[in-house]
């Protein structure tokens, strides 16, 4: 996906959420070579409170869904080609390049440096987007939706994507219950994809 030129940029962050909880989200359309707009170092040591659900008491995954654990485009390019780092580095999307390019879960992920593309190969799961990069909102309601790059937040240092700018804004009205929901729904939310 290319942006072709730089729009109004919306950004919010928002504090005690929920036990002190920080949120960053914000949205951006930006041009493959543009330089970061914004700069946020939002951080948070508080964790939100998650449920894991154990794979090996979970009834068994549809035909394929090993391959669909990250969602792709028709390229099978992660994030529509945005750069995962970019989020916390940049406070926004900003959208790679082939060039520097890392194959991780079966998808190519693009990167606007050489040095996020290393960033990333050396500790992916730190960068990647939260339930394979498929919509946060969707998972909480335990069914899967794709995502776009501007529908973002970040919670206590992890990316969660959304399918659009409005499901984001739903999203983030009870972000402890949903990412709760979302992490005992995931991965067996596979098994209802949306696009």
């Not at 005690?16 to 909880?21: I, K, R, S, W």
């Not at 659009?164 to 983030?172: G, P, S, V």
Request: proline content about 8%; charged content about 15%.
């Amino acid at each position: 996906m290319t942006y072709a030129a730089v729009s109004v940029v919306t950004f919010s962050v928002l504090t005690g959420c929920h036990a002190g909880q920080t949120v960053k989200s914000g949205t951006a359309t930006v041009p493959a070579n543009s330089s970061p707009a914004i700069q946020s170092p939002v951080q948070s040591p508080v964790q939100s409170p998650a449920i894991q659900s154990p794979l090996a008491t979970s009834p068994p995954l549809p035909e394929g869904a090993e391959r669909g654990f990250v969602f792709t485009d028709e390229n099978g390019i992660a994030i529509r080609g945005a750069d995962p780092v970019a989020y916390f580095t940049e406070g926004q999307p900003v959208i790679g390049s082939s060039e520097f390019a890392y194959t991780w879960k079966g998808a190519t992920w693009h990167f606007a440096s050489a040095a996020n593309r290393d960033r990333f190969a050396a500790n992916p799961e730190q960068y990647a987007p939260q339930y394979g990069g498929y919509c946060a909102f969707a998972v909480a309601n335990n069914y899967t939706a794709s995502t776009i790059p501007e529908a973002w937040s970040i919670v206590d240092n992890k990316l969660y994507l959304n399918f659009d700018l409005r499901i984001r804004d739903r999203w983030e009205r009870d972000i402890p219950g949903n990412i709760a929901r979302g992490n005992a729904n995931w991965p067996e939310a596979l098994r209802d994809f949306r696009r």
